[in-house]
C-alpha cells in the first residue's frame, strides 16, 4: 500500500467506508434532497452499514464529520493501493504537472477563480479530491490545456459534504450567487453561474455499487470499475502530483501504442450499453487522424449485446441519445455514419438510429 507524508494534509480524519461505528462497518453514504431550492449542506447525506443493501432508500442516519469516536479501519486513499499503481507524474511524463497547473490557473476558463481554492479547502477537511474522468485522461495523454473542455473531479466527500465546501470557496472568490446543483440519480455535484446553464466543474464521489439507490464510497479500485472505459479510469493527484489508475491498465491502454476501447461494464441494462457504444464513437472519432485505436475489445463487448438492444430502449432514452450525440459527437454525419458501418450489430443499427438514420 501507498504511504503519504502526513505532514502533506490535514490531521482531521473524516468518516470513510470501512470504519466502524459503534461495532458496525461503514458501507458508504448517500444523499436525499432537502427540497426544490433549498441548498443542501451535509446534513443531507446519510451514513450507510453494511446490510442496508436491501433497503429502497437512504436511512436517516447523518454522516459524522470526523472519525472520531469510531474506529478507523480504512486506509485514506489512495493509500488503498499497491504503489505500482500510483505513479510520480514525472515518471509518465515530466510535463503533466506543468499541464495540470497550467490547466487550473487557464485564465477564461469558468472553473479558474475557484478551483485552487476548491482544492484548498477539500484537503483541509481531510478528504481527497483529484482531476478524474476526461480531464485526467486528457491531462496525461498531452493534451493542451487550452483543448481540455471540461473540469471533471471525484473525490471521497459525499455530496452534502461537498457542496458546503464548494458553497464556502464560492464565498471566498466573491461568487456566492453562483448555485450548487447535485442530481439525483447520480450524485454528480455542479456550481452553475446565475442565469446560466454551463457547469463550472463536475464533481462525483467514488462510486458504490450494491444498493438500491445512489451511493459513494471510499474505494479507488471499485470506482473504476464502474467507469466506462479502462483508459477514463485514470485520476491525478494536483497536491502530491501523482498519476493513480486504480484498475491497472489505465495508463497502458491509453498511452500504448495503440489506444485500446476496453469497456468495463459487464452486464449493462440496455440504457447503459447504448450510452457506452455512443460514447464509443465519441472518442473515436475525436481522435481519429491524431491517434491510432484498437477496437478489437470494444467489438468483441459489444457481441455480447442482446441483438435486440434497440427496441428494449424506451423512447424517452432514445430522445436523450440522440440529444447526446447532436451534442457531444463532434464530426460531421457522414463520418458518424462511416464509423457505425464498421460496428457489428446491435451497435451499428442503434448508431444508425442516433444519427438519423435507421
Request: proline residues 9%.
Amino acid at each position: 500500500m501507498v504511504d503519504v507524508p502526513a505532514d502533506r494534509h490535514s490531521p482531521v480524519r473524516p468518516m470513510l467506508a470501512g470504519d466502524i461505528v459503534e461495532g458496525r462497518t461503514v458501507a458508504g453514504f448517500a444523499w436525499v434532497s432537502p427540497g426544490v431550492g433549498v441548498r443542501t449542506t451535509h446534513v443531507d447525506d446519510r451514513l450507510l452499514f453494511e446490510g442496508d443493501e436491501a433497503l429502497a432508500a437512504p436511512p436517516r442516519r447523518p454522516v459524522p464529520q470526523t472519525v472520531d469516536g469510531a474506529a478507523a479501519g480504512a486506509p485514506m486513499p489512495p493509500a488503498d493501493l499497491p504503489h505500482a499503481l500510483v505513479r510520480p507524474a514525472a515518471s509518465v511524463d515530466p510535463a503533466i504537472e506543468l499541464r495540470a497547473g497550467a490547466l487550473l490557473d487557464l485564465p477564461g476558463t469558468p472553473w479558474q477563480p475557484v478551483a485552487r481554492a476548491l482544492f484548498a479547502a477539500v484537503h483541509g477537511t481531510g478528504h481527497r479530491m483529484w482531476l478524474a474522468g476526461g480531464t485526467a485522461r486528457d491531462i496525461v495523454a498531452g493534451v493542451p490545456g487550452r483543448d481540455v473542455r471540461d473540469l471533471d473531479l471525484s473525490g471521497t466527500v459525499p455530496a452534502g459534504r461537498f457542496t458546503d465546501i464548494a458553497y464556502q470557496s464560492l464565498r471566498a472568490s466573491q461568487m456566492s450567487e453562483y448555485r450548487m446543483t447535485v442530481t439525483p440519480d447520480s450524485l454528480v455535484c455542479a456550481v452553475v453561474p446565475p442565469r446560466s446553464k454551463v457547469r463550472l466543474f463536475e464533481y462525483r464521489g467514488l462510486k458504490r455499487d450494491g444498493f438500491r439507490f445512489p451511493a459513494v464510497g471510499s474505494a479507488l479500485a471499485e470506482d473504476a470499475r464502474q467507469r466506462d472505459f479502462t483508459f477514463n479510469t485514470l485520476l491525478y493527484d494536483v497536491m502530491d502530483h501523482v498519476v493513480l489508475d486504480p484498475g491497472g491498465h489505465g495508463l497502458d491502454h491509453l498511452l500504448g501504442e495503440r489506444r485500446l476501447f476496453q469497456p468495463l461494464a459487464t452486464a449493462p441494462d440496455a440504457p447503459g450499453a447504448a450510452h457506452l457504444v455512443l460514447r464509443a464513437m465519441k472518442f473515436a472519432l475525436r481522435w481519429d487522424g491524431h491517434r491510432a485505436c484498437d477496437l478489437t475489445p470494444l467489438r468483441t463487448w459489444i457481441g455480447t449485446l442482446p441483438p435486440d438492444l434497440c427496441r428494449r430502449l424506451p423512447a424517452k432514452t432514445v430522445q436523450k441519445l440522440r440529444e447526446t450525440c447532436k451534442r457531444d459527437v463532434d464530426a460531421p454525419a457522414e463520418r458518424q455514419l462511416a464509423f457505425a458501418a464498421t460496428m457489428p450489430q446491435p451497435a451499428r443499427e442503434l448508431l444508425e438510429l442516433l444519427i438519423g438514420r435507421g
